[in-house]
């Protein structure tokens, strides 16, 4: 008799004990890299491999498709029909694994499953209604049982079944942080609480569920201590980048010049109302003064053309344009340089930086970085804008 062999990755200790202590619906609140891949991917294998339907349910197209390509893989050796289209492995045992994007759950209606996985569960949108009038009902025939995984993002359902688990019933849950898994070196813990802020070190990996809404900045007022502009004089020999956050009727253009090596403004200017070939003039000024050999300015629908007139102008320009996935980044750089006292601001700019909010997205969990409402933020993207002039090695790609 021939024999087939499904070879899995071995489970760690911690994983082990939420394979044994499970419930029928288990809730996992676990920092990144914990392995809840590996062990969702054990728990749905050893269902199908019984000879029953399961399902993986991931927040997006792109994230159930690499886990259908993983799943495919590990499974090749007993997989008697794989439907790329469909996103369904057919086992030699009968067993079914089917892969559903979240993106549109009701594509799952109708369907019986005996156990299903929800991936990062926390930034799933609509994450309880998909479950309640979707998921669970998908149970009912084969009385199947459901993990939900992921790390947390916020206050919302996603805690609300963690806290179920926690009063026992049908539901269990555990929380584990990254250094749960015994595979992750200590040293590597340590380098991302050096190189996060305290909030992302928090939440991504202690697994912390934290408040979707507060101030983003931290030691405001520590940082924002220079009064007035410095000379070029204070600065021989060093070399300087600008940050422009541009504005034209209600919002002020920013300017914030900054030095490489003290990783100090040393020099701003603001203003409004004016037309842009005289705020080209005056950031020209600033630039000249300064001798700045690197320029990174918004980019965004009416900035575009400030940037090529500059750039005829022969300065050294590129563009930034603000979006959804650019700027969380932008502004994180900027909040913990804040936090470690590594970058010195003008006091003009605490207001600004104090009032600054993060929110959740209710529907994909993921931050949102504005200004308070009716408030500006130029000062802000200009601080953030100017930092991520000298921290992002642009100036050697200028001058290759």
Same mark, same amino acid.
């Given at each position: /008799? ?12 911690? %994983? ?15 920092? &990144?890299?914990f392995g809840k891949d590996i062990l969702g991917h054990d728990l749905l294998i050893a269902t199908a491999l =019984?000879?029953?339907?399961? +399902?993986?349910?991931?927040? !997006?197209?792109? /994230? ?11 499974? %090749?050796?007993?997989?008697?029909? +794989?439907?790329?289209? $469909? ?10 694994? $089917?892969?559903?994007?979240?993106? =549109? ?32 009902? !998908? ?10 995984? =992921? ?40 380098? /991302?609480?050096?190189? /996060? ?30 009064? &007035? ?31 490489? %090596?003290?990783? &100090? ?7 409004? %109302? ?6 080209? *003039? ?10 700045? $050999? !690197?320029?990174?300015?918004? =980019? ?17 320009? !590129? ?57 500006? *933020? *130029? &000062? ?21």
């Open positions: /008799m021939k024999t087939l062999t499904v070879k899995l990755p071995q489970l760690h200790t911690t %994983q082990a004990q939420i394979k044994c202590e499970a419930r029928r619906f288990n809730v996992l609140c676990c920092g &990144r890299r =019984s000879g029953k339907p399961t +399902a993986w349910f991931a927040p !997006t197209y792109r /994230m159930m498709l690499d886990t259908y390509r993983e799943l495919e893989k590990l499974l %090749q050796p007993v997989i008697t029909r +794989a439907n790329a289209s $469909d996103f369904r492995l057919e086992l030699i045992t009968r067993g079914v694994v $089917d892969m559903w994007s979240l993106d =549109s759950a009701n594509t799952a209606r109708g369907k019986a499953y005996a156990r299903i996985i929800v991936n990062e569960a926390a930034i799933v949108a609509n994450l309880q209604s998909a479950w309640n009038e979707v998921i669970r009902p !998908t149970l009912a025939d084969f009385g199947g049982d459901a993990f939900f995984l =992921s790390t947390p993002r916020g206050i919302n359902f996603f805690k609300t079944l963690y806290l179920l688990g926690k009063d026992g019933g049908e539901y269990a849950a555990w929380h584990f942080p990254t250094g749960a898994n015994p595979f992750i070196a200590a040293s590597e813990i340590e380098a /991302m609480h050096t190189t /996060m802020t305290e909030r992302a070190y928090r939440q991504e990996v202690l697994a912390e569920f934290l408040e979707g809404e507060g101030a983003v900045f931290r030691k405001v007022r520590e940082a924002c201590v220079i009064e &007035r502009p410095d000379t070029p004089g204070q600065h021989q020999n060093h070399s300087f980048a600008l940050g422009v956050d541009w504005g034209k009727q209600n919002d002020f253009t920013r300017l914030r010049v900054i030095c490489r %090596q003290c990783k &100090r403004v040393v020099d701003w200017d603001g203003f409004n %109302q004016i037309d842009f070939h005289f705020q080209r *003039d005056r950031l020209k000024v600033l630039a000249d003064r300064w001798r700045v $050999d !690197t320029i990174l300015a918004e =980019s965004n629908s009416i900035c575009e053309p400030n940037i090529e007139e500059l750039r005829r102008d022969g300065l050294n320009v !590129t563009g930034f344009e603000t979006t959804a996935t650019s700027k969380p980044p932008l502004i994180e750089s900027l909040a913990l340089a804040l936090e470690r006292g590594e970058i010195k601001l003008p006091q003009e700019d605490a207001d600004e930086l104090e009032a600054y909010e993060m929110k959740t997205n209710a529907n994909t969990g993921r931050p949102t970085y504005s200004a308070p409402e009716g408030a500006h *933020d *130029d &000062r802000v993207i200009a601080d953030a804008l100017a930092l991520k002039a000298i921290t992002s090695g642009l100036q050697i790609l200028f001058e290759a």
